[in-house]
């Protein structure tokens, strides 16, 4: 699998306006706890996630969800460096051994990989796209990605002015649409798409943080709250997994603060960086 090909899914993946529609959805089933003092099997209710009954909701918000590379192009627009260290460790991709904590993985190296294409990194670039291939091949994407990418190619192929240009894009976020309604997957896309927000708002807020003059920087910051949403509402949805509630735990004290503040100013971000960073740390 090439660098483009691991690219230009996740590109479009995760390039879409929210929708907040969140909805604890579970279907509860019978487990056996134990016997009875009267030799009696002993149940309790617990709840069981199902992928199936919320595929719905997690392709609507997927779907209709703020663009990671938008951040980190107005990040270089801002001025903001490019700071290896904020980022995952590349010697890191082993530790994601899980289906979830690779399907996290990548996402967090999806919007890395947007940090470092819009400063030119290339030398980043070709490193996490080989991540990138592994962790499509071991969580069983290779044939989605291969279907989109050859898609997209007949898409650039006819793409001879402005006007198909356009319609290019909207006709490739359309299959995109529907290759993510249609996946077998799709647990593993929102898994991903919330980490790669998670790591696009642990970059913002550190940067901010390191910032002399970060007032365009801070602007920028304040207009996460619609992006913090999408994660929390994701994550809640999911949070019945119990590989997936720790996660959603560590959101709730940022998504309540988020709620209650004013505004987000330099004493806001001193409150919630932490909180993100946690969370990111968390992930990897």
């Known amino acids: 699998m090439n660098l483009i090909r691991s690219k230009s899914i996740l590109s479009i993946f995760v390039a ?14 019978k487990v056996k706890k134990g016997e009875t003092s009267d030799g009696k099997s002993a149940y309790v209710d617990t709840e069981v996630f199902d992928i199936v009954k919320v595929k719905d909701q997690i392709v609507e918000i997927i779907q209709n969800s703020p663009n990671t590379a938008e951040i980190a192009k107005l990040l270089n627009e801002a001025g903001a460096s490019y700071i290896v260290d904020l980022t995952i460790p590349l010697e890191d991709a082993e530790k994601f051994l899980t289906t979830t904590q690779t399907s996290l993985g990548l996402g967090l190296y999806a919007f890395d990989y947007q940090y470092a294409n819009v ?23 290779s044939s989605e990605i291969k279907t989109s990418e050859e898609y997209m190619q007949r898409l ?16 490739a976020i359309n299959f995109s649409h529907t290759q993510i309604a ?31 003059n970060n007032e365009q920087l801070l602007s920028l910051f304040g207009k ?25 735990e560590q959101m709730v004290p940022i998504m309540k603060y988020l709620e209650k503040a004013r505004k987000l100013s330099n004493n806001e971000l001193q409150d919630i960086a932490p909180m993100i960073e946690r969370l990111r740390e968390s992930m990897h």
């Open 16 to 29: 879409m306006l929210i929708v907040f529609s969140a909805c604890n959805n579970s279907t509860k089933t």
């Open 119 to 141: 400063y030119n990194r290339a030398d980043i670039l070709t490193q996490i796209g080989q991540i990138e291939a592994q962790m499509i091949d071991k969580l069983g994407l």
């Open 224 to 248: 996460q709250r619609e992006r913090a949403l999408s994660v929390f509402a994701l994550l809640e949805i999911m949070s019945v997994d119990e590989s997936v509630s720790p996660y959603y």
């Open 156 to 171: 650039r192929e006819n793409a001879d002015d402005k006007d198909s240009i356009n319609l290019m894009v909207t006709q």
């Open 182 to 212: 249609n996946s077998d997957h799709v647990d593993v896309y929102a898994l991903a798409f919330i980490a790669a927000n998670v790591e696009a708002l642990h970059i913002l807020t550190q940067l901010t943080l390191f910032a002399e």
